[in-house]
């Protein structure tokens, strides 16, 4: 069974930058296409940005598109989320979750099938 865990949240000014990491653990992750998602309070879990198994293809949503990245060490089982420019309307708790796949990325959450507990991120104005 594939377990996540994210790390790096936490409380940072509108216009700063926060590292997320999700590591993996009881599985290999480069068998697994990666994403990150967010969730606010009263709202939608929403598409933030995906990853394929190998790191060769991503995908960001057109909120994230110039800001954030994400990347992958499968060496060290991990995936991030590098975020700058945060907003005030980016505070919510974000997810990591995983999928096996092939050489492509997955935007949707329901075609994920392992999701970590979440991380929390404020973003003050």
């Known amino acids: 069974q594939l377990q996540l865990v994210e790390s790096g949240g936490g409380l940072v000014q509108a216009g700063g930058s926060l590292r997320l990491s999700c590591a993996a653990s009881?599985?290999?992750?480069?068998?697994?296409?990666m994403g990150w998602f967010r969730q606010a309070p009263g709202k939608e879990r929403e598409f933030v940005a995906a990853?394929?198994?190998?790191?060769?293809?991503?995908s960001l949503s057109d909120s994230a598109k110039g800001r954030f990245t994400i990347s992958r060490d499968n060496a060290k089982n991990t995936v991030y989320l590098n975020m700058n420019s945060l907003k005030p309307e980016e505070t919510a708790v974000y997810y990591c979750a995983a999928r096996r796949g092939g050489s492509r990325y997955y935007m949707r959450a329901n075609e994920y099938d392992y999701w970590g507990q979440g991380t929390q991120v404020t973003v003050s104005s």
């Open positions: 009881g599985r290999t992750v480069s068998s697994y296409a």
């Open positions: 990853i394929s198994c190998s790191g060769g293809s991503t």
